[in-house]
């Protein structure tokens, strides 16, 4: 490459990476909230009528099959994380990569009734999903779930093509199994499709500033997320720090999504009792 032009490259380079960080730092610009906020905050998801704690305790922090960073705390050691959020007022937990093992211990030491679990399913066909609702119970130790949802959608046609599996969760709610049964999605149009869904009660959502492993940039998400909160559905808010790349701007990533006004409750993974408590105390400062 000749000089003149090595040096328009790198020029428009240069530029390139001034309007990318401008764009970071405009999308993580500290916006000004409504009121103070906590994550013991005691909301209700929606319609649903499910009181819990606005934030979630996550369990599936880079998680594949039956593993995450949580999980491999053992069942011992996430079991006293999840209680130790529980003794600070955290009332939500989310399972995820194999914890229901874990979940249970900690349920076995806390009033049922004063938490809320949520839970996932991959499970596409009718005969599957009723199997799980059997097993995931036993391996929770309750009789019943509070959230149950069909996991990482991805088809826009997913209410049409998948209303089998709907039908048994539907019935499954009828008979106080579960209490609500929604989704989550890996695609705007999925996303798109559950807002429209009278269905859905509620929708795990991934959502941050700068559109890190989400469906789409943020504010077409938004939009989305705008028509669900108009329907009423209860919106669970995940991704909320990127999946770690926004560790090191947690308090802007934070306060983007308080400020929203469509995120009912979000759910966030620690590590460790310190990680869980800086995260409460964060929530509390913004």
């Not at 983007?256 to 469509?262: D, I, K, T």
């Not at 408590?277 to 400062?285: G, P, V």
């Amino acid at each position: 490459m000749k000089r003149r032009e090595f040096l328009i490259s790198a020029s428009w380079g240069l530029a390139a990476a001034w309007a990318g960080a401008k764009e970071l730092s405009t999308a993580l610009a500290a916006p000004n909230l409504p009121g103070k906020f906590r994550a013991t905050d005691a909301v209700v998801l929606g319609k649903t009528g499910i009181r819990t704690s606005r934030l979630a305790m996550g369990t599936g922090t880079i998680g594949f099959g039956h593993h995450s960073n949580q999980s491999a705390l053992g069942v011992q050691g996430l079991s006293r994380l999840l209680l130790n959020g529980y003794d600070r007022g955290l009332r939500f937990f989310d399972t995820a990569y194999g914890t229901h093992p874990h979940v249970a211990e900690a349920l076995k030491h806390v009033p049922r009734d004063n938490v809320t679990v949520l839970t996932k399913s991959w499970s596409r066909e009718p005969a599957a999903i009723r199997a799980d609702l059997d097993r995931f119970r036993r391996e929770l130790g309750t009789d019943h779930i509070d959230i149950f949802l069909m996991h990482c959608l991805s088809d826009a046609d997913w209410t049409t093509r998948y209303r089998g599996v709907m039908d048994v969760l539907s019935e499954a709610k009828e008979k106080g199994i579960i209490r609500a049964h929604g989704c989550s999605c890996h695609t705007i149009g999925a996303l798109r499709a559950a807002a429209q869904s009278s269905w859905v009660d509620v929708d795990l959502v991934r959502i941050n500033p700068i559109g890190s492993h989400m469906d789409a940039e943020p504010e077409t998400v938004l939009s989305v997320l705008r028509t669900m909160k108009a329907a009423g559905k209860g919106i669970v808010g995940m991704k909320i720090l990127g999946q770690g790349d926004l560790s090191h701007r947690q308090d802007q990533a934070l306060k983007y999504a308080l400020s929203l006004g469509v995120l009912d409750a979000f759910t966030i993974g620690a590590e460790s009792k310190g990680q869980q408590e800086d995260l409460i105390r964060r929530i509390a400062a913004a």
